[in-house]
């Protein structure tokens, strides 16, 4: 009969020894899930800064930087507003990436600007730019605008303008 005292005494204990250890696994388990959920990236949790870049010509270097504290989605390609105009800057379609650019916070998407081409018409000299970002369905804006510096003096921008979709790298962004 003791032993079987003894037996009951193991058993017990182990049981609560392997029921703290799923307490403990499920309170682990939990913590992933317990991590925000990715949202859309806007201009209220990125920085938007514009470079000028050397190669290609007539190409400028758009920088998205989450600044948040959740996982960003950059959909799509960014809406550019030059000068307060109302007409959108096209997207380049052969830019298109095989997946959404995810940006944890700290990361930077990035997004080629082609200004103008010998087969462009109708140039001016612009000196402000609007980021929007696109929102899931890539049918129109997510949040208000970010305003982004141009370069000193501001940069000609004609018909044949263009934007890349957004890009994980520099190199992606600007091979367009």
Known sequence: ????????????????ALSLTALGGAASAATPAA???????????TKVTVQEVDRPINHLL????????????????????FDEGQAATPWL????????????PGQTAYAAIG????????????????VLFSNRAMNGSAGGPAAAKLPEGGVYV???AFVTYWQTSASDALIW
Request: overall charge positive; hydrophobic content about 35%; aromatic content about 4%.
């Open 35 to 45: 991590k925000a959920a990715p949202v859309t990236c806007t201009a209220a949790t």
């Open 93 to 104: 379609d052969a830019s298109t990436p095989q997946a959404v650019v995810t940006l944890e």
């Open 62 to 81: 758009l920088k998205a930087k989450n600044t948040g504290t959740k996982t960003c989605y950059a959909y799509g390609a960014p809406y550019l507003r």
């Open 158 to 160: 004609d018909s044949s």
């Open 1 to 16: 009969m003791r032993l079987s005292t003894k037996a009951a005494a193991v058993s017990a204990t182990l049981t609560a």
């Open 115 to 130: 200004t103008s081409s010998p087969e462009g018409s109708e140039g001016s000299q612009a000196h402000t730019l609007d």
